[in-house]
């Protein structure tokens, strides 16, 4: 008899082996996707007045991966009570999230891998400053060096694909469109640096919506790229106004594929949230979009339902939603 079939026959047979039984399945247990990892705040860079990018270390960073210049990750701050999140970095840490009493639940919120570094193992994230409202940008106001956090990450020792990006474009791209509110700005800055790396670089429209004249950075690009700031308050421009302007009048757009259609009736869910992943037939054209939900979900209409593209060729994220909270 071999040895598998002798330790089989015992974890099956023998109630003392029950512990060893557990370390077997533990030990055999596949790699998830995302992994919880912790972190320590180790610098602050203030980019703008409503921008900051906060580089996050630890030894935990060395379990993280990216796929995309747009990987979200997520990202758990003190709860009510102020304490620091600190939920198992194993099993499920989104039971044992929803098992606390709700004062000492750390919020969750969404952001953008803006870089990852191997050597010394740091995770950056810019963040949108708006006020001290939320949990997010309250603790980044405030946030000091050596601050915690917990973040929600794909995991590196896992073989396959986690998800999490939306940024796919097919290979040999001709025209790229690229629309996005500030928060959408670290993912469009990454994609414009992974363009700078095509051996063929495509030709590129991006629009990027900001608050202020001053929130308009110096990004990184190919030559051939076209980048407009919209800054709203030179605009005189509502949130989401100056991008839809844009998505109307400024971008160059394909023929299109078939006649404009009728609008659909308005859809009438407060919780919209629209959220299109692109999967082009071809290498014409590509366009991905992102930011506020309303004003993504108009660009999506004008742009199918009167422009008469294919949804397939647009990658529509709606990262947040006026007046709601999402994690």
């Known amino acids: 008899m071999s040895s598998a079939i002798s330790l089989a026959a015992l974890l099956a047979n023998n109630p ?129 060096v050596g601050d915690r956090l917990q973040m929600a990450v794909p995991n590196k020792a896992f073989s396959g694909d986690p998800g999490g990006y939306e940024w796919q474009p097919p290979a040999g791209i001709r025209k790229v469109l690229l629309i996005g509110d500030e928060t959408a700005l670290p993912a469009i800055a990454g994609i414009l640096e992974d363009l700078m790396e095509y051996p063929v670089p495509p030709d590129v429209q991006a629009f990027i919506e900001v608050p202020h004249e001053s929130d308009c950075l110096a990004l990184r690009h190919n030559h051939q790229t076209r980048l407009s700031w919209l800054p709203r308050d030179v605009l005189g421009a509502a949130h989401g106004e100056a991008l839809m302007h844009a998505a109307r009048e400024l971008a160059e757009l394909p023929a299109p594929s078939r006649p404009p259609r009728r609008p659909k009736p308005r859809e009438q869910a407060d919780d919209l949230r629209p959220w299109d992943s692109a999967t082009p037939s071809d290498n014409g054209f590509y366009a991905w979009i992102a930011g506020e939900s309303g004003t993504v979900m108009k660009i999506r209409r004008h742009l199918i339902d009167e422009r008469g593209l294919e949804r397939r060729n647009l990658a529509l994220m709606g990262y947040w939603r006026q007046g709601r909270s999402l994690e």
Not at 38 to 57: H, W
Not at 94 to 103: D, I
């Open 16 to 144: 003392l082996a029950h512990g060893l039984r557990k370390l077997v399945g533990a030990g055999s247990q596949a790699p998830r996707a995302y992994r919880l990892i912790n972190v320590e705040l180790k610098q602050r860079i203030d980019l703008s007045p409503c921008l900051a990018r906060l580089v996050f270390g630890g030894e935990d960073v060395a379990h993280v991966r990216t796929l995309a210049p747009d990987q979200r990750i997520k990202l758990l701050f003190p709860a009510a009570d102020g304490c620091p999140p600190d939920l198992p970095r194993e099993g499920d840490w989104h039971a044992a999230r929803r098992k606390l009493p709700a004062a000492q639940q750390p919020p969750m919120r969404t952001y953008t891998i803006r870089a990852l570094r191997a050597e010394p193992a740091e995770l950056d994230v810019d963040f949108v400053l708006h006020g001290v409202s939320g949990p997010a940008s309250r603790w980044a106001t405030h946030a000091k």
